[in-house]
């Protein structure tokens, strides 16, 4: 005899509704049971004999905390509390637990196995006599996983099971983990403007849900936060803000020739006088405006605001220079204590590119006076991923979209979370 029958009192591959008509050892019956009445199906041959040896080794505790800690587990109560069957199979599921042993057993077994004790003489005459009166098996372990002891005791031994480990870095290289992110994906599907599925990602959307994710878990979308952009364009952000923040200056040059012109048309002075015909979704119309104005001299009084942000602009203000004038600009108009968030062009490789910054002017941007990085950048991201580059010159609409090369140049974004101090 195998060692698998051995142990399974000669029934390897019983199913439940059978077990009365084979000898299973007592073990293997407890085993069947808890995998019936915890997770709605028998145990498999390999997992019998994985557990049977669990438990001839004494470990009959880890043996209902590992059932109750699974994921089928966690699914099996969800469809409960929902409404639905935890098995597309209730008849099947309902004959097994019948098949296990007489009513009193089962409620026993039942608390044994939900509740961690043994069952009151009132909970037993309760749901005894419920079965008796032709209620089902699988109702009343139903009855018993939604029962505010089973919730209290389920929290205690498992609060955050099923919670999957995020990636929420805020300073860091435009960042494929944050696909994977489900509140971060929340967002990017709220903006609406580029697809969610992996394959399509997009430094653009990138950009975008990073600043609202950061500003989100900084405690800045608030309806008393005055928010500034700088090189703005038309996008997509500056509405979703202006339904979630106090009010929103958009700022931009707005001029004739390069940016109005090429790709996106981003810098598209109409946005100016019809900003509607921009919006991706409805918005809160007075709390946006639009405003022709040079980066690098922002004509609002100090401290005007609460977040000032630039998403992919200031590498176009004329070099490191441009960009370090703009930084302090946005430095002076915001509070003591407020927020600003730049995106700009990071080096990776290759020759450098009057608008792409080489890491140490990144850091060196990240150090103008008044400022303080709220984390050390993540500058390593594309040290572990393996990656596909997209040629601007040859077809810069290739996805993913996160490494760009110009020539040898090969670039992506990075985003910065500072304090004004
Ligand atoms: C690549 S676009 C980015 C626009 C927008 N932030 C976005 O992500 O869609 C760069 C923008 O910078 C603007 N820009 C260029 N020089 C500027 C300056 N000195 N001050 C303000 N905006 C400027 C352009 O008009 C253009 O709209």
């Known amino acids: 005899m195998d060692l698998l029958k051995r142990l399974m009192g000669s029934a390897s591959s019983a199913s439940a509704p059978q077990q009365d008509a084979v000898k299973l050892s007592p073990e293997a019956r407890l085993i069947q049971g808890a995998f019936w009445m915890l997770?709605?199906?028998?145990?498999?041959?390999?997992?019998?004999?994985?557990?049977?040896?669990?438990?001839?080794?004494?470990?009959?505790?880890?043996?209902f905390l590992r059932l109750l800690s699974s994921t089928e587990f966690r699914q099996g109560?969800?469809?409960?509390?929902?409404?639905?069957s935890r098995r597309p199979d209730v008849q099947r599921e309902d004959a097994a637990l019948r098949a296990l042993g007489p009513d009193d057993w089962f409620v026993d077994r039942a608390y044994e196995f939900l509740v961690g004790r043994p069952a009151d003489d009132e909970g037993r005459r309760h749901y005894v006599a419920a079965l008796a009166a032709g209620d089902s098996r699988s109702n009343v372990l139903r009855w018993l996983s939604l029962s505010e002891e089973f919730e209290r005791r389920h929290q205690d031994l498992s609060a955050q099971g099923g919670f999957i480990p995020r990636d929420t870095q805020l300073c860091e290289l435009a960042n494929p983990a944050k696909w994977d992110n489900p509140d971060w994906m929340t967002v990017l599907l709220d903006l609406k403007v580029v697809p969610a599925d992996k394959a399509?990602?997009?430094r653009k959307g990138y950009e975008f849900?990073?600043?609202?994710?950061?500003?989100?878990?900084?405690?800045r979308l608030r309806e008393d936060v005055r928010?500034?952009?700088?090189?703005a364009?038309?996008?997509?952000?500056?509405?979703?803000?202006?339904?979630h923040t106090g009010s929103v200056t958009a700022t931009d040059m707005y001029e004739e020739g390069r940016w109005d012109a090429i790709g996106a048309m981003e810098g598209d002075e109409r946005v100016i006088h019809r900003p509607q015909e921009y919006a991706p979704f409805p918005y809160r119309e007075d709390r946006l405006r639009f405003l022709k104005m040079d980066g690098r001299r922002l004509a609002f009084r100090a401290a005007s605001f609460d977040v000032a942000y630039s998403l992919s602009s200031i590498e176009h203000f004329g070099g490191v220079a441009g960009a370090a004038d703009a930084v302090d600009e946005m430095v002076r108009v915001v509070k003591p204590g407020g927020l600003l968030v730049l995106a700009t062009e990071y080096l990776l490789s290759g020759p450098p590119h009057e608008e792409i910054f080489r890491?140490?002017?990144i850091h060196a941007l990240a150090r103008r006076p008044g400022l303080r990085l709220l984390?050390?950048?993540?500058?390593?991201?594309?040290?572990?991923?393996?990656?596909?580059?997209?040629?601007?010159v040859k077809n810069r609409f290739q996805t993913p979209h996160m490494v760009l090369r110009m020539g040898d140049t090969v670039f992506t974004t990075v985003m910065m979370f500072l304090e004004r101090e």
């Open 39 to 63: 997770l709605g199906r028998e145990a498999q041959p390999i997992e019998l004999r994985d557990e049977l040896r669990a438990l001839h080794a004494g470990d009959r505790q880890a043996f």
């Open 77 to 84: 109560l969800a469809a409960w509390k929902a409404g639905r």
């Open 200 to 202: 399509s990602m997009h």
């Open 209 to 219: 849900t990073q600043l609202i994710f950061g500003l989100g878990r900084l405690g």
């Open 227 to 231: 928010v500034l952009s700088v090189g």
């Open 233 to 243: 364009g038309h996008e997509a952000v500056l509405y979703w803000l202006a339904n």
């Open 359 to 361: 890491p140490d002017e």
């Open 375 to 392: 984390q050390p950048i993540d500058e390593a991201v594309y040290r572990r991923y393996e990656y596909g580059v997209v040629d601007l």
